[in-house]
């Protein structure tokens, strides 16, 4: 009898080690979990806050590429139409590649809402070009926040300016050195929204 309770306690004890040290390990990896959560949610919240705020354009140029906004680009000899659907259109260059301050851009879409000009979406490529974009940007709208910069080196990073009538943010991905800068009216690119709304419907 007091062998098979001595047996019964041995066979009982690994099952007892093997439920605490899985009990140990739950509560480290919840809490790490939360940790995770909570820097994760740091993060966004600083990223966010920083692109929110963005940088006070000096002098709002009340449009780019040279076309102020709210002008029809139907007439644009220099331009070509490469989509279009309901109110909604895109141009882009007939010829050439597009620059912005002498510096090559690989792409351009300019969006026409309901015939008048609204943004623009430019794409390049190049850790050289994105630092020859940036600086060409603060130099005409305004100094950004540079640490910010540079301690998201080799994420996301991103700069806006904002004015009166006009938004204008680069985002760069670190990675794959590919970037995007959107200048867009803050009267008519918002509209866009609600073209994007009904084609989801």
């Known amino acids: 009898m007091l062998r098979f309770f001595r047996l019964r306690r041995v066979q009982r004890w690994p099952e007892d080690w093997l439920r605490n040290v899985q009990g140990i390990f ?102 050289s070009t994105h630092t020859s974009l940036l600086q060409h940007l603060e130099t005409r709208f305004g100094k950004t926040d540079r640490s910010y910069g540079r301690m998201m080196r080799g994420l996301n990073q991103q700069y806006t300016w904002r004015g009166p009538e006009t938004e204008i943010s680069i985002t760069y991905h670190g990675f794959r050195e590919r970037g995007f800068l959107t200048a867009e009216s803050r009267v008519l690119a918002p509209l866009l929204l609600n073209i994007y709304e009904d084609y989801s419907d």
């Open 26 to 127: 739950s509560q480290v990896l919840s809490l790490l979990i939360h940790n995770w959560a909570f820097l994760s949610f740091c993060v966004f919240i600083f990223l966010s806050g920083t692109a929110l705020s963005g940088t006070k354009i000096k002098h709002d140029p009340q449009g780019f590429f040279g076309i102020p906004w709210g002008n029809s680009l139907a007439d644009r000899k220099d331009l070509k139409e490469i989509d279009a659907s309901h109110s909604l259109h895109i141009y882009t260059l007939k010829q050439g590649g597009p620059h912005i301050g002498g510096i090559p851009m690989e792409s351009v879409k300019l969006y026409v809402l309901e015939n008048k000009y609204a943004r623009a979406l430019f794409r390049y490529q190049g850790a």
